[in-house]
């Protein structure tokens, strides 16, 4: 099925209103399946992963607060008045290397706070890489505000960035995309996105480049948001790595996916990103199997920042875990996990 551009694909759109039509508007042809039942999405010679930002927010407490204010985890997230001062972002930079030696950059999600994602791109260089056309595409793993709504910082620089959601995308996500603004939610896009716009169906493993594939996953998370999207690159030599915003769809079921379903995914190699484990403070005992089920991948190494949560990094580190640090140079809470400005090379 052929990429529809953003104008027509905004017909479907009903502006500030209920409907959208997502059932036909599915943009993004999915591999098939090998007789194996399992899908061939190539290899590639490594993935290097810059963390420009995981700080979501800066205080938990803040956060919950404003939270339970606005009606808790069912409220809608649009709907309810945010502390901006209290806003970071999640956001992170991909090179992948092709067999043949080119390379493939990509943004995985654009942070919350725009004027805090500025400088995080001016810091590393992304502002630069964006107006240039280095980076490819933006990759939105969900809806959530600390992964989605710095999207200007983002078109500003290029408006014409294609981009990819999950088609499980709310009417208030498409109308932020096309320049909507949130008053009492203080969410802010003044440049609407005029590039390709592309969708992936929950379930489907939509191949981006040899040896990368993106794979979205339906389920209701907290605050109103359905579904997240996230990353499969199967490194030559070296096995599958698994990348990801926040895993609402759990360590366990994000890395079983890749061993049932993807040529390469039998020999786990790595994992990057949230892993939405203990994100406010203890582990729940409900969640403590995320922790100990990950042995069973064998990862070489686990670079797990943002939503994990501390008490859970230190967890893994007690059991073993080949955790990879960071610096803590640009405010992450904690050296025990990768922080903005560090780099993980897959490879």
């Known amino acids: 099925m052929k ?27 999915p591999l098939d399946a090998l007789a194996s039942g399992k899908y061939d999405i190539g290899q590639c010679k490594s993935v290097r992963v810059t963390c420009v930002s995981e700080l979501g927010w800066n205080d938990t407490k803040v956060l919950i607060k404003n939270m339970k204010a606005g009606g808790g985890p069912k409220a809608n997230q649009w709907d309810i008045g945010w502390d901006l001062d209290n806003a970071a972002g999640s956001c992170t930079l991909i090179d992948m290397e092709a067999l043949d030696g080119t390379h493939h950059k990509f943004l995985l999600d654009t942070g919350w706070n725009v004027d805090y994602m500025d400088k995080c791109f001016q810091r590393e260089g992304v502002d630069r890489m964006l107006k240039k056309g280095d980076i ?38 498409m109308n932020f995309m096309n320049g909507t603004n949130f008053p009492k939610a203080k969410a802010t896009n003044n440049v609407p996105h005029r590039g390709k716009l592309v969708q992936c169906k929950p379930g489907h493993i ?97 670079a797990c920042n943002h939503c994990t949560g501390l008490k859970a990094v230190e967890k893994m580190i007690e059991l073993g875990y080949p955790l990879v640090k960071g ?13 903005a400005g560090d780099e993980v090379f897959f490879g």
């Open 327 to 339: 610096s803590g140079k640009h405010g992450s809470v904690s050296q025990l996990y990768v922080g």
């Open 136 to 173: 490819e595409c933006l990759v939105i793993s969900h809806e959530h505000l600390d992964h989605y709504w710095g999207l200007e910082s983002t078109l500003k620089n290029n408006p014409e960035i294609k981009v990819f959601i999950p088609s499980t995308f709310y009417s208030e996500g």
């Open 206 to 302: 939509n191949k981006l480049y040899d040896g990368c594939a993106l794979v979205a996953f339906d389920l209701p998370i907290v605050i109103r948001v359905r579904g997240e999207e996230s990353l499969y690159f199967n490194v030559k030599d070296k096995g599958m790595v698994c990348v990801t915003g926040c895993c609402h769809q759990g360590i366990l079921t994000f890395a079983d996916f890749a061993q049932k379903k993807i040529v390469g995914g039998d020999k786990m190699y790595g994992v990057y990103g949230g892993l939405h484990i203990a994100p406010f403070g203890p582990i729940k005992p409900e969640r403590a199997h995320l922790i100990t089920g990950m042995a069973k991948y064998n990862f070489e190494k686990v």
């Open 3 to 29: 990429e529809m551009n953003r104008r027509d694909f905004m017909k479907t759109v009903v502006i500030g209103g209920a409907s959208l039509g997502l059932g036909s508007a599915i943009l993004h042809k």
